[in-house]
């Protein structure tokens, strides 16, 4: 008999006043029990929805038949089969718009808690599994895969899988991409992602840090000089956006990026490393994605007493996922909404002094569906802070589309590729933000794998 | 980890090391840079390249130990490895087509100066080079800059070698004394390429100057590097690091580049010309 308990097993979360002054996980995560009582919820449908919700098509209803029954390696194996990076999906995914936005049980209560049981059972697994990743069979073909973020890491997951050679490229000095540089460690423990990235290693995945394609090495090199039959791109959209508005090159001012890097790839909230950050009193957030959401959490986390979000639209409209907007407000986010920055004022030294903004309301919905802000005239007031990080969205790099010949891109920068992740250049094939402008992980890891298939589609028919 | 090959004191404060470093010796040139991190906790610093050699693998950085990093670095010899290395980053300076070059190098900047005028000599231009330096006990590369260019010019700051003087000066002075040039380089502090800058602006020379931001990433990804050139936000690491002369605002660049002083306890800016008026 199923468990028909409306409501998910709540998940064990850190108290938002302890929390918020620390970098340690906020979500603790299921128990064995909690983790079954959930899985008793799943009706085993026969049609499968949520199946069809998942990018990458994980077994859903049979791996949760499994953790109903306590059998957590052998639900860790059919989610693995579809899924490289469980453990990261799990925490990271907006399951709410993909798998449990299908879930039946949604239409009459809550969802199953698809993505904490896939969590549940891949942290199990890191801590409980015996078996080492299987290293498959050679193939004998070499691919080469640009990028360690979520979309190269499928790829080349999948492609181990089918027996390639792969070797990774990765610019910065750690694989995992915007898992490391950009999630915050109390989303995503930067330990899970490496223990996901060693299995990948296990299974032949070889990864070379320190490599910025298209200045030290090109496509064509890659391809004519150093026998790789078909190269993948996954280099994600890096490039920050700014406003174009004055004061932006303000001492203060960061995009998301740069600031986000700091504190959690280079490690600036923790003791014992060198990398220097403003430890700022007041700090505005530009933006109302998850990007700008993490950002915000972080500068509470690094001792700022207030933090402002800016966003011009309203709450309703705002991109970030409820989870993060719910947990930034138990944190003690400020939502400055229906507001828009003018300029950045700066005090005798330089340095942000304040912020100028203007008041919106909103008008007829434009192009995007949404309702248009507009300025209320007259409205500008100074929000006093020191710091400000501009969150407004980023686009493809264009380091690697400059430097190959052939390879286009549209309009916004993002590289074109057809259904299959091929470019315009025979054997190159790229997906994830590198194509789609910013995204989520699971689509780039969705892109990578099916992009996998492709690669292998080729190099075997050619 | 990249190994280093050769440790080289120039000077008391400026160490010169030869790093193996085999994809990017490949495809370094003038004008480029690289990124390091000694180890785990370090952070990413960017160096400009001084000198690479493709067929021995290695890459040349010269540097003054400064802030954290660059003193960890001078404190690790030869044999010893660091964990990062990343290039070649940047565009390469645009040598091409010229005739007539002086290349204006500070402190150690000259450094960063040396493999342009290399290049241009290379490339059969006539080369003067100024550089400049606080003292005599400082003088760097003295010997290598003979090489590649026509006339070396060597100014110090207190008179004690070559002509006492800023580099502003001598450039001046070769200038009124006819000499026609049709690019000049300028490489050192930024009060020192911001003044150059307004040396040659009179006489519409045109006037290069490489700077060197706070970055983290070097690929255009965090944005930290950006600096106003002709009212226009660029990004140093991918649009530069060489710009304009003319169109810099230096002020600003000094601002953003004071961010982190505090913390670093030590004088960044070694260039006495921030004391002294321009003429």
Partial sequence: ?462 | MFKIIKKKQLNSAVTLMEIEAPYIAKKAKAGQFIIFRVDEHGERIPLTIADSDAERGTVTIIYQAVGRSTIMLSQMNEGDSILDFVGPLGTATHLDGYKKVCVVGGGVGNAIAYPSAKALFNNGAEVDVIAGFRSKDIVILEDEFKAVCSHLYITTDDGTYGEKGFVTNKLQSLIDAGNQYDLVIAIGPIPMMKFVSKVTEPYGIKTLVSLNPIMIDGTGMCGGCRVTVGGEIKFACVDGPDFDGHQVDYDELMKRNSFYKEREHCDVDTCRMLNAKPE
């Avoid at chain 1, 490289?84 to 449990?100: D, F, I, N, S, Y």
């Avoid at chain 1, 923790?270 to 220097?276: F, I």
């Avoid at chain 1, 959401?293 to 409209?317: F, L, P």
Wanted: charged share 25%.
């Fill in chain 1, 1 to 462: 008999m199923p468990n028909m308990a409306p409501k998910k097993v709540p998940m064990p979360e850190q108290d938002p006043n302890i929390r918020n002054k620390n970098f340690k996980e906020v979500a603790e995560g299921y128990t064995p029990e909690m983790a079954i009582e959930e899985a008793k919820r799943c009706l085993n449908c026969k049609h499968k929805p949520c199946v069809n919700g998942c990018p990458v098509n994980v077994r859903i209803p049979e791996f949760i038949a499994q953790v109903a029954e306590g059998n957590f390696a052998d639900a860790y194996k059919i989610i693995t089969s579809t899924n490289a990076l469980p453990a990261v999906c799990g925490r990271v995914c907006p399951q709410e718009h993909q798998c449990e936005g299908k879930c039946v049980r949604g239409i009459k209560g809550e969802p199953v808690a698809i993505g904490r049981l896939e969590r549940f059972v891949a942290d199990w697994y890191i801590e409980n599994g015996t078996e080492k990743a299987e290293k498959p069979k050679s193939n004998g073909h070499k691919v080469a895969v640009i990028g360690a973020g979520p979309a190269g890491l499928s790829c080349a997951g999948s492609l181990a899988q089918k027996g390639f050679d792969v070797t990774i490229f990765e610019a910065f000095h750690t694989a995992g991409g915007v898992l490391v540089y950009g999630i915050p460690e109390f989303r995503l423990p930067k330990s899970i992602v490496a223990k996901e990235i060693d299995k990948l290693k296990d299974m032949g995945v070889k990864i070379m840090t320190n490599m910025v394609m298209g200045k030290v090495l090109s496509i064509d090199e890659l391809m004519d000089d150093m026998g790789f039959e078909a190269v993948f791109i996954g280099s994600g959209a890096g490039l920050p956006s700014f406003m174009g508005i004055e004061g932006e090159a303000l001492v203060g001012v960061y995009s998301a990026n740069e600031y986000l890097t700091r504190i959690n790839l280079m490690k600036a909230y923790k003791e014992g490393y060198d990398t220097p950050i403003d430890r700022c009193k007041n700090i505005a957030v530009v933006g109302g994605g998850n990007v700008a959401m993490d950002a915000a959490r972080c500068a509470k986390r690094m001792g700022a007493e207030n933090v402002y979000i800016v966003y011009r639209r309203s709450m309703e409209e705002l991109p970030a996922r409820a989870e993060e907007v719910h947990h930034a407000k138990e944190e003690g986010i400020i939502f400055k909404l229906l507001t828009n920055p003018v300029r950045i004022l700066p005090d005798e030294n330089g340095r942000v002094r304040a912020m100028e903004c203007i008041e919106m309301k909103l008008g007829e919905p434009d192009a995007s569906g949404r309702r248009r802000p507009v300025e209320i005239a007259g409205s500008n007031f100074e929000l006093p802070v020191d710091s400000v990080v501009m969150s407004i969205g980023t686009s493809p790099n264009p380091l690697l589309r400059t430097t190959t010949p052939g390879l286009e891109a549209n309009k916004r920068g993002c590289l074109v590729a057809d259904d299959k992740m091929h470019t315009t250049r025979e054997g190159v094939f790229a997906g994830g933000d590198a194509v789609t402008g910013a995204a989520t992980v699971i689509l780039a890891m969705g892109a990578g794998k099916t992009a996998a298939d492709s690669i292998e589609e080729y190099i075997l028919n050619k």
